[in-house]
């Protein structure tokens, strides 16, 4: 049982000095790497160096942040400015319209100025008659080409003319309560004595139907009539006043099966223009 013992205490005793031998091995280089980094850091500040090389490496990493904050900021900048650039876009493409509706009514104040200017010239000519006045609210093609007229007075009466700012356009060919229907001088019914104004001859100028367009009725192959003569009203008849301009001749053909020419008349009046109508007995 003693050696039992004995055996025992040399087996401990052997242990505690294999185990101190290990521990001092590695305890050794641990002490002497740890004086290696500390004179390098001493003399070439490694530290510095590593955290810097460090720093590097992980700045991708560290910059994550800011990135995503830049990224955002920018999206959000992004659609800001578009948002605002939309805006100013629309504000711009309003004041374009705005600017716009201006032009065009003052165009249209100035055709009316243009318009009652022409008239009142017009007007003149009617020192010692009486005239009127009315304003165009409709004008229709089919089935029968007219203009209605609105009036504000009952002076009015069927034999009168009418003229717009082109001159003579047509005759009253019926009388409302407050409104006066008025067909063009080329409707078909229609027949205006008139003259040619170079050599003075008396003619009948005859609507077509067709606007700015007539014929002169049975004018002879031995008359005297060029492409271009202006024919203006002749006053005979008392229908219609004299030195009216209604046309020039622009086409004048032959016919080898009648002893008449066919001639026609254009006139550049536009039936429908404007919005007002001088009345006034011939």
Not at 79 to 96: A, G, H, Y
Not at 180 to 198: E, F, G, Q, T, Y
Request: net charge negative; glycine share 6%; aromatic share 12%.
């Amino acid at each position: 049982m003693f050696g039992g013992e004995h055996k025992q205490t040399d087996i401990a005793q052997s242990a505690i000095f294999t185990t101190g031998s290990m521990r001092a091995s590695r305890l050794y280089p641990a002490i002497l790497f740890t004086l290696l980094i500390m004179y390098g850091d001493y003399s070439f500040e490694l530290s510095t160096k590593i955290r810097i090389v460090s720093s590097y490496i992980f700045s991708p990493f560290t910059q994550i942040e800011y990135l995503a904050k830049d990224t955002v900021n920018s999206f959000s900048s992004y659609f800001s400015s578009q948002k605002k650039l939309s805006e100013e876009i629309n504000m711009l493409r309003n004041l374009v319209r705005d600017l716009e509706n201006q032009n065009l009514v003052l165009k249209n104040t100035k055709t009316s100025l243009n318009e009652l200017e022409q008239l009142f010239d017009l007007s003149k000519s009617f020192q010692e008659k009486e005239i009127f006045f009315g304003k165009i609210i409709d004008f229709k093609k089919f089935p029968k080409e007219f203009i209605s007229v609105e009036i504000r007075t009952n002076n009015i009466t069927k034999d009168m003319i009418a003229f717009n700012a082109f001159g003579l356009i047509g005759v009253i060919d019926e009388l409302l309560s407050n409104s006066i229907k008025i067909i063009p001088l080329h409707d078909a019914s229609l027949k205006v004595p008139a003259k040619n104004s170079r050599t003075l001859e008396n003619v009948i100028l005859v609507g077509t139907g067709e606007p700015r367009r007539f014929q002169i009725e049975e004018f002879k192959k031995n008359g005297d009539i060029q492409k271009g003569d202006e024919i203006v009203s002749s006053g005979l008849g008392g229908r219609f006043p004299e030195g009216f301009s209604l046309g020039r001749v622009s086409e004048i053909e032959e016919n080898d099966q009648s002893n008449f020419l066919s001639i026609t008349v254009e006139n550049t009046f536009d039936f429908s223009f404007g919005s007002k109508v001088l009345f006034t007995k011939p």
